[in-house]
């Protein structure tokens, strides 16, 4: 008989056609038309019976708890096709850590299994190596190399589980073939990646918006002095304008211990005050005669801010 070999390499993937010697092929039994009707998601029953036994393996009541436990769990974490998902004939899962997939295939049709770009592929393995051609292929170049792991079952009512391993993730897929209908493509989205993404871009914003907003330099009060240690984050300098109190930080402040801010009254008493974090810059909604940074717990680094007497105008740089 002639059998189908689907052979992979680093460049791309060929499939051949060649004749060989090889066992028979257990037969599948030809899904009733009944059978054959769609499920509630649009899946084809037998294919979805198909994914479920995959799971559970008809696990019976006197099965051990744990038995029926493992069952539960991957049945539960099954992710099915959806309407909704569909670019296109492309299902587009999201991709969430622990989840398992559904794939559903055909004979003679190839299943596109799409990595994220700039993925690189580990290993693929599956449970069923004999009635699954499985490899793996790549398009496009540099950045946006982006790998397919291609399926194809030789038969109607097979199902198997693949797991794919990358230098990002891994991914848990159960296959299931059926008659005629099978999934072009199937690729992810990543939320915690766009999630990261979005992070690292409002960061970048804030470190390049401007402390305030509309101040006047001649509005600028640079009348403060420190004292006290000398900790490698003791600001550069204070000012104000009038209405809120500037702190400025050496940049390294972002990568270390950043300390509270407590106001000093008459009699030397302190107490928090709130204050934001802009960039290397506290910003404090109110003026104060002296304040004072501390941090630490058996050793306390302290730096004092105290504001000269009379309200003297300084440029910066001055």
């Known amino acids: 008989m002639k059998t189908l070999f689907l052979v992979s390499s680093a460049s791309a993937a060929a499939i051949m056609l060649c004749a060989a010697d090889s066992p028979p092929l257990p037969t599948a039994t030809a899904p009733t038309k009944a059978a054959a009707v769609a499920s509630g998601n649009g899946v084809p029953a037998v294919a979805a019976s198909a994914v479920r036994s995959g799971h559970a393996r008809r696990i019976h009541r006197s099965a051990p708890p744990a038995v029926r436990h493992v069952a539960a769990a991957n049945l539960a974490a099954t992710l099915q096709p959806e309407p909704q998902g569909f670019i296109n004939a492309v299902q587009v899962y999201p991709f969430i850590e622990g989840t398992i997939y559904a794939v559903y295939t055909a004979p003679e049709r190839v299943t596109d ?45 097979l199902s198997t589980n693949l797991i794919i391993t990358t230098d990002r993730r891994s991914y848990h897929l159960t296959l299931a073939s059926t008659a005629k209908t099978a999934m072009a493509a199937l690729s992810w989205v990543y939320p915690a990646d766009q999630l990261i993404a979005l992070r690292k871009a409002t960061e970048q914003a804030q470190a390049v918006a401007p402390v305030a907003e509309g101040l006047a330099l001649d509005q600028l009060h640079f009348n403060y002095t420190l004292s006290g240690d000398q900790p490698a984050w003791r600001p550069l300098r204070a000012f104000d304008d009038g209405r809120q109190t500037y702190i400025e930080f050496p940049a390294t402040l972002a990568v270390g211990e950043a300390p509270p801010l407590f106001l000093v009254d008459g009699k030397g008493v302190a107490q928090l005050v709130n204050y934001r974090l802009r960039g290397h810059f506290y910003v404090v909604d109110r003026i104060f005669d002296a304040a004072e940074l501390r941090l630490g717990t058996k050793h306390q680094d302290i730096v004092r801010i105290t504001r000269a007497a009379g309200n003297v105008t300084h440029r910066r740089g001055a």
Not at 124 to 153: E, Y
């Open 113 to 157: 299994i799409a990595l994220q770009p700039g993925e690189v592929l580990g290993a693929v393995a599956a449970g069923d190596t004999v009635r699954w051609v499985i490899g793996d292929t790549a398009s496009g170049t540099g950045s946006d190399k982006r790998t397919h792991v291609l399926v194809k079952p030789f038969a109607a009512g």
